[in-house]
Each structure stands twice: as C-alpha cells, then as structure tokens.
C-alpha cells in the first residue's frame, strides 16, 4: 500500500486509551493558544462530565503557517488530524476544571469505548488541522458513536 496510513476517527476523550504513534482524527474547541510553545489545548466534554470537559494539548508548529487567527482564537471547533504521542509531564492532559473553567451542559451522555493501552498522559503532533465551521455537535457526537458501534461490532464478529 502506497501513502500515508488512514487516520481513526475518535473522540478526544478516546485519545489516552490510543496506541502511540496512532493516527487520528477529532474534533476539539479552543481553550488556549500558547503562542511561545505553539501548543493548543482543545477540549470536547464527551461523554458529558460534570467537572468539565476533558483536554489535550496539540502541537502545531508543523501546519502553523496554514493556520489563521480565527482557527487560533478560544472557542473556535477544529478538526485535527495527527499521531498520538507519549506526554512527558502529566500537564499536558487535564480537565477544564484543572484550568479553572466549568461551562454548563445539560446533555449528559454516556459512551463506552474499549480501552486498548491504559490510559495515559498524551499530546497530539497535528499534521492537519481545519476549521469544523457551524458543526451541529450533537449530530455530529450521534454518527461518530454510531459509527464506532458499528466498526466494534465488525470487529466482534470478523
């Protein structure tokens, strides 16, 4: 096979449970731009938890030149695309709630998603990164676990 491999799409609660050096794809909301280390930290609360969502700091000095202020700005969704790689400081993966931040949500869900690596501190190396737009986060939260019942029963029963 010729290319780059398929990315896993997941969400960014899954991240720590992925392998190292999986690539993925998911969605997450700006909460802070670290200019001096080009590191973002997206948040994304699914499943729904009090204590705030949960977040991963995403390296982007490789795609910066293609990334705009507004795609930059706190509160913007993204895509990401990228490899999943080992955190050497557990500061890297926290809550909201860790960075003083709690917003109200009042549609709890709950997923159950194999954990296939213990969970650990990770960041993610981002090779692509766009702009979700208007993204209808329910929607968009409902196929992305219809889509991953489907892929774990296939895997159930090939």
Request: a negative charge; one cysteine or more; charged letters at 20%.
């Amino acid at each position: 096979m010729n290319g780059p491999r398929p990315s896993i799409r997941a969400f960014l609660c899954d991240l720590p449970s992925l392998r190292t050096d999986t690539k993925v794809r998911f969605l997450g909301c700006v909460r802070h731009y670290d200019v001096n280390t080009g590191h973002l930290v997206l948040e994304h609360n699914y499943p729904w938890q009090k204590e705030g969502p949960q977040s991963v700091s995403v390296d982007v000095n490789a795609v910066l030149q293609d990334l705009s202020s507004e795609e930059l700005r706190v509160g913007a969704w993204l895509n990401v695309i990228g490899y999943i790689r080992e955190s050497a400081s557990p500061t890297l993966s926290f809550t909201s709630s860790q960075l003083n931040s709690s917003q109200p949500h009042d549609e709890p869900e709950v997923a159950s998603v194999p954990t296939r690596v213990a969970p650990r501190p990770v960041h993610v190396d981002a090779v692509m990164v766009f702009s979700a737009g208007a993204i209808a986060l329910g929607e968009y939260e409902r196929i992305l676990r219809n889509a991953q019942d489907v892929e774990r029963r296939m895997r159930v029963s090939g």
